[in-house]
């Protein structure tokens, strides 16, 4: 058993995706308080880049996992190297990031190393000598403090956005190394027709610092335009509470809130949204909220801290304008 | 196609949660107990390929006595059979004490599919499902909004919602699928569903009877614990403006670049 932390890298494009960084930030503190060593694992085909990259990061070792049979993403696969190389290292600490992916493969990899596993950590320390997470339960009308077991390997998915991305240091280099991964195809039984990307012109959600979010005050799908260009403009996200996906006006992936995402950014935008405790779930941990609405009594604005009672349809555009403008001088 | 959902009891959603004094779990005293959410959505999923398909739908449960009234709402929604594994030497397991114990039962029944709901609304934790995947040697597809299913080849294709966009996977059956609530609308028990459900059995199972060793299950096996329970941080209400949109938008742009600072 070794005393370092790992973080498992997701990637796209040659890049790593923000969450890998967030957690590599975090991993540094806690290989200095563990008094281990920072190790990026990258799973993937072609992954050169993205290792390179991981250095100036914070990652002392970084473990080129390239295998054809590791793109495009499959749990199979994933599984497989990811457990190979746990199983060869030991580490006592595992990042992965609460994504579509992690939340895919890791529960997977826990039950085949009979590891340890706490899922959407929103925090996690060493304290007296004991790894302690916190994770929103019971549709986050409660923290749960979750204290892993001595021994073995720990393995921690944590939520997006709930650390900040370390500055990147130019010159500091990992040692970069090649891991073998035993892979046949046998072994990779699902099988990807499609990764059908959603055109977006504003960021996705889980990754966002600014979420712009309408509820049933929009009336209607084509006033979802009204938020798009205020996100362009914020250089935002665009979500939504439940009422405008039950009514088809956006899809299911735009969903904040008990049945939809949980999002944790700098500043969330509610516009036209009541707050109901079906949505407070997925976005009460925002860093600040500014709330839109015509009704003073929403009960968003019992959370708000800025709380604007007016109409959005004329607020929103001028805002939009606004910004422009700001964003413009600086 | 035999399929098998797995059901979990947990606290309706809707009603408040309280927290015991001392910090170490809920308060379930007087609290409305149903049936998760999301296996509500696997339950329909299951039954709608039974329909289509024909075969059986097994309804199979872990946890203590009152988890069969959980189970019996999937048996009103139209499932065959339905199964309890209930022993006192569960208590204190982690997931995949948890996961262990399913596939010990899902191992003596025929299936082609294994339906599980996305996660569970009380731990939110959204492990047991790939852990069970794994411990059954199957494929699985996490999260699906889509399914459709191809009897010639023997596979399933779903969709899944991915971050930016949606991953369409053909899996070969058996296989493991966790749900989405945006695959399907569940049904409301009929009444005769609901007086049909009320007289059916539901098979109790204990540890012993699947020939699960104590030690891989329980507060023993467990790799973690919930040692403390609290109440959200509270978030102050902050100044609530009501002005014309003017001044609205001044005092906004303000916020976010003094307060927020994200401009």
Known sequence: ??????????????????????????????????????????????????????????????????????????????????????????????????????????????????????????????????????????????????????????IAVVLPAVYSVPPAEAGRRAEIRAFQVALDSKGVRTQVREVRAIQRE????????????????????????????????????????????????????????????TVSPQVYLACGISGAPQHLAGMSGAKYIVAINKDSNAPIFQLADLGIVGDLFEIVPKLTEAIRQAKGRA | MNIVVCVKQVPDTEAPIRIRPDGSGIDESGLNLVMNYYDEHATEAGLRLKEQFGGSVTLIGVGPERTKEALRTGLAMGADEAILVSDVALLGSDHLGTARVLAAAIKTLPHDLIICGKLSTDDNAAIVGPALAELLGLPQATAIAQL??????????????????????????????????????????????????KRKEIKTMSLADLGVEVPSVGATAAKSALTRLVPPPKRQAGRMIEEDAEKAVAEIVAFLKNEAKVL
């Open chain 2, 148 to 197: 459709e299913v191809d009897t010639s080849g023997g596979t399933v294709v779903v969709h899944r919602e991915v971050e930016g966009g949606v991953e369409v996977l053909e899996v070969p059956l058996p296989a493991l699928l966790t749900v989405e609530r945006s695959l399907n609308e569940p049904r409301y028990p009929s009444l005769p569903g609901i007086m049909k459900a």
């Open chain 1, 1 to 154: 058993m070794s005393k370092d932390v790992w973080v498992i890298i997701e990637h796209q494009d040659g890049a790593p995706k923000k969450i890998s960084l967030e957690l590599l930030g975090r991993a540094r503190e806690l290989a200095e308080t563990l008094g281990g060593t920072v190790v990026a694992f990258v799973p993937g085909a072609g992954v050169s880049n993205v290792a390179e990259s991981l250095g100036s990061r914070g990652a002392d070792i970084v473990y080129a996992a390239d295998h054809a049979l590791l793109q495009p993403y499959t749990a199979d696969a994933y599984a497989q190297a990811v457990s190979q190389a746990l199983q060869a290292e030991q580490p006592t600490l595992v990042l992965v990031g609460s994504t579509a992916q992690g939340r895919d493969y890791a529960p997977r990899v826990a039950a085949r190393l009979g590891a340890g596993i706490v899922t959407d950590c929103a925090s996690l320390e060493v304290a007296d000598g004991h790894l302690v997470a916190t994770r929103p339960m019971y549709t986050r009308k409660t923290i749960g403090t979750v204290v892993f077991s001595s021994g073995g390997i720990r």
């Open chain 1, 202 to 261: 504003t960021v996705p959600l889980t990754e966002a610092d600014v979420i712009v979010s309408g509820g049933r005050g929009l009336k209607g799908p084509e006033n979802f335009a009204l938020l798009d260009a205020l996100a362009k403009a914020l250089g935002a996200a665009v979500g939504s509470s439940r009422p405008p996906v039950d009514s088809g006006w956006v899809s299911h992936d735009y969903e904040i809130g008990q049945t939809g995402k």
